[in-house]
């Protein structure tokens, strides 16, 4: 067929027609670009948020809370996972058996939780924290619309009342709030992660799209503490406490080679595990945040600044004629008296006149710089939160009687960390040490503020003071050569000393080789006994005994056929 | 149709299928990750709880509670002896005789072996004689 000859074909359109289409096809081309553009470009932020909405979450991973171990790898404080239970106030609907189910399983009462999801404002409520898992799952059972879980961690301590003041708590947001816990919460603390997924309808997990940020767990945190001394320092205290029936007290154990703390324990104490009724005066950490009148504790420092300036031997014979010695208007008292006294003996025996005699044949500054060189005065530094400096009072205004009674621990005030810590100078050939709390692995230097022989020869002193003349019989340790002070003091009452004692004890031993050094203070003893050569010695034997044997220390003295008979009131006695 | 382009579409296809069934696969063995992952964090959450646990139950305060009830205690002062520096005296005794000749044939039995912890060693007493029962001779 020829088409061609077909003029019914033979059609020709307007040229216009064809460029209206062309431009019309162009201008719908063009909205699509400006709206892609739009789309794509202006608003692309917008609708990815939207986009992202329906399907990508960000997810948090927790990251744990370093623990706490004590020096041989024994955990002390430890995270464990637990659940927050919280509700929707606009969702939350129980009938009156999920109510009482719920109250049984979050042991609070139904009108407590009534309140807080009826009562105050915005959508969201905790209704308890720090659930265990267990409970949490049971709440979970009960299907309770509006009530939802938030993973968390509670905080668990598994020795307890023994360690509380020394390891601290944290608060529900997972915080150091005392002890080792505030102390090294920045190494402690984790850093919790991020990351964006998809999750797919039923709320799985079902591809990574980004991660934002890893979880970082906290470090673990090595101390020096070895908790089987730390029970003994605790048991030892409490029995001491109960058969005094002492108000409140502390003991502290320390490495006198490198500083470290073994053990340190007050009472009264509280179990960190359960701290709904736990009081301030419970929290107190008696050991680094009180000060006290040391009492006789501080003569040895007295009679090692006299041998440091020369000015006796521990042969001199001091003076201290029927007891009493006439400083202007105020007398020194001896509870008994001791005629002609060596200065050794001055010590065995915590002869207030003899150490007043002493300190006034030395300038005050003498004394001062030794007292600050020891410490006192100052913060310890050890680490622990509300560290006490104490107060060493300039010595330009010192005035005699008030060197002569600083010479036997009184018109000064310490801590028993202080104390332990200014002992290390007889316990170390003359070195203070630093105290620390973390395990250390190597030697540690400490810093020279006595001569080594000083050192040696009150240490020789003090080992006098455990036998039978001394005033602490009670401190000897079966096999073991044990030197110590004893210190008693009157406490302060509105700036007048009353009949209220705090009995104290700073020794070590094996004295040879000096491994261990306890200091003891109770306060307040109250059943007739308030010397510290009858109070404070026991527990340091006791504890000392105990902690040379776990520990596998070699006695020095394996013949000593020791238990002295306990001292009468008398020997044990000394001036207050 | 060419035949070609009939084995491309068929490819295509093949291709498409094979992509969502590997899209689905990878799915359901990232799901299978995640069940592992919270697998494991629930068995690291139960390490946990057993090692604090363990701490408590090896807590001092309980082993000497536990030991009271079954009636143990810690010997007498009296039932005491302390032994002194025996490892040393044993150290010496083990070295002098590896120096010795025929150490070789005679072994010599490791000092740890010999040498208990000898800080404080316990020794019951017979009531007749008022001496330990089972203490080597010259031991103090």
């Not at chain 1, 002492?246 to 490495?255: H, I, N, Q, T, Y």
């Not at chain 1, 008696?286 to 300036?309: C, H, N, Q, W």
């Not at chain 1, 300190?359 to 001062?368: C, K, N, R």
């Not at chain 1, 107060?391 to 005699?400: A, C, E, L």
Request: aromatic residues 6%; charged residues 20%.
């Amino acid at each position: 067929m020829n088409y061609k000859g077909n003029t019914a074909l033979h059609l020709r359109l307007e040229g216009w027609r064809a460029s209206l289409v062309l431009v019309l096809l162009l201008l719908a081309f063009m909205v699509l670009v400006i709206r892609a553009v739009f789309l794509q470009g202006l608003h692309a932020d917008f609708l990815q948020h939207k986009g992202d909405e329906r399907y990508s979450r960000v997810i948090e991973e927790r990251a744990y809370r370093g623990e706490v171990l004590d020096r041989n790898k024994d955990p002390l404080a430890i995270s464990l996972p637990a659940v927050s239970v919280w509700a929707s106030r606009e969702d939350a609907e129980m009938n009156p058996v999920q109510l009482q189910q719920l109250s049984t399983l979050l042991e609070m009462p139904k009108e407590d939780i009534n309140r807080r999801i009826n009562e105050g404002r915005g959508n969201f409520v905790y209704l308890k924290r720090q659930l265990s898992q267990e409970v949490a799952q049971k709440v979970s059972d009960i299907h309770i619309p509006g009530l939802f879980e938030q993973k968390g961690f509670r905080r668990s301590y598994p020795k307890g009342e023994m360690m509380a003041h020394l390891l601290g708590f944290t608060d529900v947001e997972d915080r150091g709030q005392e002890g080792v816990e505030v102390t090294f919460q920045s190494v402690l603390a984790g850093l919790n992660g991020a990351r964006r997924v998809i999750k797919d309808r039923p709320g799985s997990v079902i591809e990574d799209v980004e991660n934002i940020r890893e979880p970082r767990p906290g470090h673990d945190v090595v101390l020096s503490v070895d908790s089987r001394v730390q029970y003994l320092a605790w048991r030892e205290l409490h029995a001491a406490i109960t058969r005094n029936k002492a108000k409140a007290g502390a003991v502290m154990v320390l490495d006198p080679r490198t500083g470290e703390v073994l053990a340190l324990a007050n009472y009264p104490d509280y179990n960190p595990n359960a701290r709904e009724h736990v009081t301030l005066t419970q929290l107190r950490n008696r050991a680094v945040a009180d000060t006290y009148e040391p009492g006789s504790t501080l003569k040895p420092f007295t009679i090692a600044a006299a041998l440091e300036a020369h000015k006796v031997t521990p042969a001199t014979i001091i003076q201290t004629g029927n007891g009493t010695m006439n400083i202007g208007p105020a007398v020194v008292h001896d509870t008994h008296p001791g005629g002609a006294l060596t200065v050794s003996q001055v010590i065995q025996r915590s002869s207030n006149v003899g150490a007043a005699r002493i300190a006034l044949s030395l300038p005050p500054e003498a004394m001062w710089n030794l007292f600050t060189d020891v410490g006192f005065g100052q913060t310890p530094k050890m680490g622990m939160p509300g560290e006490a400096g104490g107060r060493v009072r300039p010595y330009r205004s010192w005035r005699p009687i008030e060197q002569a009674t600083m010479s036997y621990g009184h018109g000064i005030s310490v801590s028993l960390a202080q104390l332990a810590r200014s002992y290390t100078i007889f316990a170390n050939e003359g070195n203070v040490m630093p105290l620390t709390l973390l395990k250390q692995d190597g030697p540690v230097s400490g810093r020279r503020v006595i001569s080594p022989q000083t050192a040696a020869a009150v240490k020789d002193m003090l080992e006098l003071v455990v036998k039978p003349e001394g005033t602490a019989p009670l401190a000897q340790v079966r096999g073991f050569r044990v030197a110590g002070k004893t210190g008693t003091a009157h406490k302060l009452d509105h700036g007048h000393y009353s009949n209220r004692y705090v009995a104290s004890f700073v020794g070590f031993a094996p004295a040879s080789n000096p491994r261990l050094l306890i200091a003891v203070m109770i306060d307040e003893p109250s059943t007739g006994d308030y010397y510290g050569g009858l109070v404070a010695a026991p527990v340091f034997s006791g504890l000392m005994a105990g902690a040379l044997q776990i520990l596998g220390i070699q006695p020095d003295d394996p013949a000593s056929e020791n238990y002295a008979s306990p001292p009468s009131g008398n020997s044990a006695a000394e001036e207050t | 149709m060419r035949r070609s382009d009939f084995a491309l579409f068929v490819c295509l296809i093949i291709c498409a299928i094979a992509v969502v069934h590997t899209q689905h696969r990878s799915i359901r063995v990232f799901v299978d990750l995640e069940r592992e992952k919270t697998r494991g964090d629930e068995l690291a959450a139960d390490l946990r709880r057993l090692q604090a646990q363990r701490a408590t139950l090896v807590a001092s305060n309980r082993v000497e509670h536990v030991a009271s009830e079954m009636k143990m205690h810690l010997p007498d002062t009296h039932a005491v002896i302390v032994m002194g520096n025996q490892r040393q005296d044993l150290a010496d005794l083990s070295s002098a005789a590896q120096s010795l000749a025929f150490a070789e044939a005679v072994p010599v039995r490791p000092i740890e072996s010999l040498a208990k912890p000898q800080s404080l060693m316990s020794a019951e007493k017979d009531p007749k004689t008022k001496q330990p029962t089972h203490l080597a001779k010259g031991a103090r």
